[in-house]
């Protein structure tokens, strides 16, 4: 059974730094890899999504890598912004999108 | 472009009562999703509709839960009788391409069960 962890849990960071927010799974037989942001009382946003055949995506100040073989992916964030603050989750897809519990990102001025 | 519309936002009801849920896919997207959200958690997936067929509700529990698809576009998710651990966020999802397209999320339904 897949199973998707996301470390850490809650972040807590300045306004201006670079941080990394972690998923691992369990099951490398994947289709891809999606990271979504979820804004308190919203639904989930696509912020970038990594084909099984690719090692990362690059959107803006986001950049996402996949290593399937070891079963991690990683969300970079560049130069943090307080409008960043959000929930970051991570989904693997297979039969379909199984999440991890997410990352709780607070940036503050 | 409208994204997928889901009504109500919020509901407050009694245990033992009944709820529904509705939602409009975004338009031309064959495959529909229904997740529930629980705090502090992942959401995870109830039924997947290919057009009008669900052709997933394995996680779905089925004594009290149902859903429909009338016509392959909207879709309602009902819950009867209410239990105080239903209580969470139910999403709705749709997507152009089958199960391995791309998913486009509503902003959900938050159900407090009293």
């Known amino acids: 059974k897949q199973e998707v962890t996301q470390i850490p849990a809650a972040l807590s960071v300045p306004e201006g730094e670079n941080l990394v927010l972690n998923c691992s799974f369990t099951?490398?037989?994947?289709?891809?890899l999606q990271w979504f942001r979820q804004d308190p009382g919203k639904g989930l946003t696509s912020l970038l999504l990594?084909?099984?055949?690719?090692r990362e995506q690059t959107s803006g100040r986001l950049n996402a890598s996949l290593d399937k073989s070891s079963g991690r992916s990683t969300l970079y964030i560049a130069a943090s912004q307080p409008g960043d603050s959000a929930t970051y989750l991570c989904?693997?897809?297979?039969?379909?999108?199984?999440f991890g519990t997410g990352t709780r990102l607070q940036v503050f001025p | 472009e409208a994204g997928v519309v889901q009504s109500p936002r919020y509901k407050i009801i009694e245990k033992k009562q009944p709820v529904a849920f509705w939602c409009n896919p975004i338009s031309g997207h064959n495959t529909l999703y229904w997740y529930r959200q629980n705090l502090g958690q992942g959401p995870e997936l109830l039924i997947r509709y290919e057009n009008e067929e669900a052709v997933d509700d394995s996680q779905l529990p089925k004594d009290r839960f149902s859903a429909e698809r009338l016509k392959g576009v909207d879709s309602t998710l009902k819950i009867q009788p209410a239990e105080l651990g239903d209580s969470a966020v139910y999403l709705c999802?749709?997507?152009?391409?089958?199960?391995?397209?791309?998913?486009?999320f509503g902003p959900g339904t938050r159900l407090t069960v009293t």
């Open positions: 990594i084909q099984s055949s690719q």
């Open positions: 989904a693997v897809k297979a039969d379909k999108l199984i």
């Open positions: 999802a749709s997507s152009p391409q089958g199960k391995l397209g791309q998913q486009y």
């Open positions: 099951d490398s037989a994947i289709y891809n």
